[in-house]
């Protein structure tokens, strides 16, 4: 139905197991009310993908730039 239901007991998961889930550091402080902080979590990413496309986007753009004293292929 489009939510989380905790694996071993009949309950949704709390905001902090969302929170692990993301892998969003413990010490980390989310404001607002339980829904608020549920849609935070629900439209963010985990951290280490953002990271890794957030690299490999960095890596094709320096692939495909040019040198200013050379006419760019494309």
């Known amino acids: 139905m489009g939510y989380g239901i905790h694996w071993d ?6 905001a902090m197991e969302g929170s692990r889930i993301q892998n969003v550091p413990e010490h ?3 404001l607002g009310t339980p829904s ?3 849609k935070i979590l629900g439209n963010s990413v985990n951290r280490n993908v953002s990271l890794a496309l957030g ?3 960095r890596d094709a753009w320096l692939e495909r730039s040019c ?4 006419a760019c292929p494309f």
């Not at 007991?9 to 709390?14: A, C, L, P, S």
């Not at 040198?67 to 050379?70: C, G, V």
Request: proline share 0%; hydrophobic share 45%; aromatic share 16%.
């Open 9 to 14: 007991e009949q309950r949704m998961f709390t």
């Open 28 to 30: 980390e402080v989310f």
């Open 67 to 70: 040198d200013l004293s050379t």
């Open 55 to 57: 690299l490999s986007l």
């Open 36 to 38: 608020e902080v549920w």
